[in-house]
């Protein structure tokens, strides 16, 4: 597929179905690029659709049948608003929540492969029912917990306002938990003595 040039052809795009609730279009706004004028549109929308799906199949439904809607925060960025994005925040501008291309291939970049050639996607997304009842310091880490212990995810981030979080799917999980919300840092990563078996006991609250 080549990259949509004109509105026909960018709604098509935005019509693909990726899973049984999510399609293209679901992805690809940013603030970034409405408000400066970008258009955020993949150069290679077939790799795109590819990492897109496996994203919403394997992590973004599981999520969604068991807490209910999610809300997409952010998720696909072209190199180009990706780049302006990191430039700003390196700049010390607000706003403007951007690590750089090379970090972001694979990543919220979905239609580039990382340096290793491996496809990716990361969405950052809110899961309103889980805010509504775990809000205090430390409850994020029930929904991360039950993520780790249940879905293939790659990387999970998370962050204060409403328990926002990053969720990856990669091909060569790292299957590696941090957050910007206390307690913060690494939650868990390969070689920790956390990381291993089940934690029901962190997250079975969430569904009394």
């Known amino acids: 597929m080549r990259k949509p040039q004109s509105v026909q052809s960018l709604t098509e795009f935005g019509r693909t179905r990726l899973s049984n609730t999510f399609f293209m279009r679901d992805f690809l706004f940013s603030e970034i690029a409405a408000i400066h004028g970008f258009a955020n549109i993949p150069d290679d929308p077939d790799l795109a659709i590819t990492v897109g799906k496996r994203l919403c199949e394997e992590l973004l439904e599981p999520i969604q049948d068991?807490?209910?809607?999610?809300a997409?925060?952010?998720?696909?960025?072209?190199?180009?608003?990706?780049?302006?994005?990191a430039q700003q925040m390196l700049a010390g501008k607000t706003g403007y929540n951007c690590a750089s291309n090379q970090k972001n291939?694979?990543?919220h970049?979905?239609?580039?492969?990382?340096?290793?050639d491996c496809m990716g996607a990361t969405a950052c997304v809110v899961v309103p029912a889980f805010w509504d009842r775990f809000q205090q310091p430390g409850d994020w880490r029930k929904l991360a917990w039950w993520i780790h212990d249940t879905l293939p995810y790659s990387d999970l981030e998370?962050?204060?306002?409403?328990?926002?979080?990053?969720?990856?799917?990669?091909?060569?999980?790292?299957?590696r938990i941090s957050s910007f919300v206390e307690p913060k840092g690494v939650l868990t990563k390969p070689g920790m003595d956390n990381h291993g078996g089940s934690h029901q006991e962190e997250w079975a609250a969430i569904f009394d």
Request: net charge positive; hydrophobic share 40%; no cysteine.
């Open 109 to 116: 970049i979905w239609d580039v492969r990382d340096e290793d």
């Open 105 to 107: 291939f694979a990543g």
């Open 66 to 70: 068991a807490f209910g809607r999610i």
């Open 158 to 175: 998370f962050y204060p306002k409403y328990f926002a979080f990053n969720i990856t799917w990669h091909e060569r999980p790292t299957r």
């Open 72 to 85: 997409v925060r952010s998720a696909y960025r072209s190199p180009e608003v990706n780049g302006f994005g």
